[in-house]
């Protein structure tokens, strides 16, 4: 999944940008190539995958408690 680390990260860009709030947005826009690096690492996509279409479709149906549940679990593993 050569592409992922960049899915990866533009995924999370766009969750902080969807928040509106700047703090996250200003941390992830200058510390993207170090973060490509990280998602490219031995990591269990599929399970990251799985992680990001539960918080989109948190998201997507306005459920901001379960989003932010689920943002929290995700930033631990």
Request: aromatic share 6%; proline share 5%.
């Amino acid at each position: 999944m050569p592409a992922s680390k960049d899915l990866n990260h533009d995924f999370h860009l766009e969750i902080a940008r969807l928040a509106q709030n700047p703090v996250p947005t200003s941390m992830l826009e200058p510390i993207g190539v170090r973060l490509r690096w990280h998602f490219a690492q031995d990591r269990d996509h599929l399970k990251d995958l799985a992680g990001h279409e539960a918080l989109f479709d948190a998201v997507a149906n306005h459920n901001g408690e379960l989003a932010g549940e689920l943002a929290a679990r995700h930033i631990h593993e």
